[in-house]
């Protein structure tokens, strides 16, 4: 579970994220969609322990992360929307250089490695340097570092970026088989279909604001149109 309590980031007289409140319950795929400069990737920093806020909390699992932030940051898989990897590890190297920072079992790891790589389709790569890897590639072992730990909570800012479609859907079904499993699920994105087809519900954050929160149902009630479809609403809500 995630909960942001008036949250807020300032830079200097910029009111990045402004008083937001908001609760993402157990094993609920919430997306974050705004436009560009909106807040959201300022937002997914602090939630994930990167970037302290001005002011206001973030709770992790019931976790204050500024007064226990190692306690709440080991209850996170962390996804950026830019792979920052050790290139000169191979990717089994990789992972296991992230397992050990978050204490997994000596005598698990191969196991939970093998399993993770086996489900990004990188089992045959993972003895091999990363900076032979694609940007998808990448983008796929940072999905599986992430998950090394078995988190309780995923946070994930643009998934999709530099995926082909195969593996868009891979991701896709991955997140909704792991929400089944009781796990919260924070995404960031700009792909308003990959919102529309496995959020639960939507948040659209504007000027640093967050402006509608619902299902898509609930978003198309807000602006009086039924038949609108998940960019319309986007847009008019954004535009107004």
């Known amino acids: 579970m995630i909960e942001l309590k008036d949250l807020n980031k300032k830079y200097g007289n910029l009111l990045a994220v402004n008083n937001l409140n908001l609760i993402v319950p157990k094993g609920e795929i919430f997306g974050f969609i705004g436009p560009n400069g909106a807040g959201k990737t300022t937002t997914i920093n602090m939630i994930g322990g990167i970037l302290a806020p001005t002011s206001g909390d973030v709770t992790i699992c019931g976790i204050n992360m500024e007064a226990h932030p190692e306690k709440a940051k080991s209850k996170i898989g962390f996804i950026p929307e830019r792979p920052y990897l050790f290139e000169k590890l191979t990717g089994m190297e990789f992972l296991k250089f992230i397992a050990d920072l978050y204490d997994v079992d000596e005598d698990l790891f191969f196991e939970k490695s093998q399993e993770k790589l086996e489900m990004f389709s990188l089992f045959d790569w993972s003895d091999k340097l990363i900076e032979s890897y694609s940007h998808g590639m990448k ?21 999709m970026v530099g995926l082909d479609p195969l593996a868009i859907k891979m991701v896709k079904n991955l997140f909704q088989r792991l929400a089944k499993k009781g796990v919260t699920i924070f995404m960031s994105t700009h792909t308003l279909k990959v919102a ?24 198309k009630r807000d602006v009086d149109a039924i038949d609108a479809d998940l960019e319309q609403i986007f847009i008019r809500l954004t535009e107004e």
């Not at 999905?143 to 309780?152: G, Q, R, S």
């Not at 604001?209 to 609930?218: F, K, Q, V, Y």
């Open 139 to 159: 983008q796929r072992l940072v999905m599986a570092a992430a998950l090394v730990h078995d988190p309780e909570v995923i946070i994930v800012d643009e998934p």
């Open 196 to 219: 529309d087809d496995i959020c639960d519900r939507i948040g659209i954050i504007h000027k640093g604001s967050l402006i509608a929160t619902g299902t898509a149902e609930d978003l």
